[in-house]
Structures are given as structure tokens and as C-alpha cells.
């Protein structure tokens, strides 16, 4: 089993900026990706950024420029820097993680979700 804990939520003002932290524990081996996903009231969940076991990133449009998705691999953690978050970035945010087992076999692990809010 896959455990993961997100911190670094909370309420900046337009402008502002937030760094996500997702730690990963348990049966962690064979890790394909880690990333961020968010869901604002009445919107469809989506793809913020993920990473790949092998550091390849991956941005939905509307954030590149000004997320920066890492990872330390000694903490088994993820970081999601946030810089000039706007209005529109406010959400729950979910972190993400994929574990291969073969060939086009995956299984997705899902954090609680931590709160971003930000005002204009």
C-alpha cells in the first residue's frame, strides 16, 4: 500500500506564491510518476504537472511559466513550486502517484487533497 501526505495549502494573495509537498511511504518501488492534479468547485478535475521516474515534466498550459514540479528522491517527496498564482489557480490539490508493474500496467494512488486558495 501506498501512502501520501500533501502539505503546503493555504491562502496567498494574487501574485503570491506556495510550495506543495507530497511525501510518499509504503510500498513505493517502481514508481512511474508523481505529480499534482486539482479541482476547482463545479470544474473537472485535471492534470497540474507530473513528473517521471526518469525527471521528464509534463505542464498543463495555464501554469507553465510559473509551476515548477521536483522531486527529492532521498525523501521520496514532491514538491510543486507555485509562483504568480492567480484567482483562477484556487483549488483542492491532489497529489498523484503511478507505480508500474509492466508493460502498460499502472495502478494511480491519490493523496487527501490540500486546499489553495488565493485572492485577487
Known amino acids: 500500500q501506498v501512502q501520501l501526505v500533501e502539505s503546503g495549502g493555504g491562502s496567498v494573495q494574487a501574485g503570491g506564491s506556495l510550495r506543495l509537498s507530497c511525501a510518499a511511504s509504503?510500498?513505493?518501488?517502481?514508481?512511474?510518476?508523481m505529480g499534482w492534479y486539482r479541482q476547482a468547485p463545479g470544474k473537472q478535475r485535471e492534470l497540474v504537472a507530473h513528473i517521471t521516474s526518469a525527471g521528464n515534466t509534463i505542464y498543463v498550459d495555464s501554469v507553465k511559466g510559473r509551476f515548477t514540479i521536483s522531486r527529492d528522491n532521498t525523501k521520496n517527496t514532491v514538491y510543486l513550486q507555485m509562483n504568480s498564482l492567480q484567482p483562477e489557480d484556487t483549488a483542492v490539490y491532489y497529489c498523484n502517484l503511478r507505480k508500474r508493474y509492466g508493460v502498460g500496467l499502472t495502478s494511480n494512488y491519490w493523496g487527501q487533497g490540500t486546499q489553495v486558495t488565493v485572492s485577487s
Open positions: 509504503g510500498s513505493i518501488l517502481s514508481i512511474d510518476a
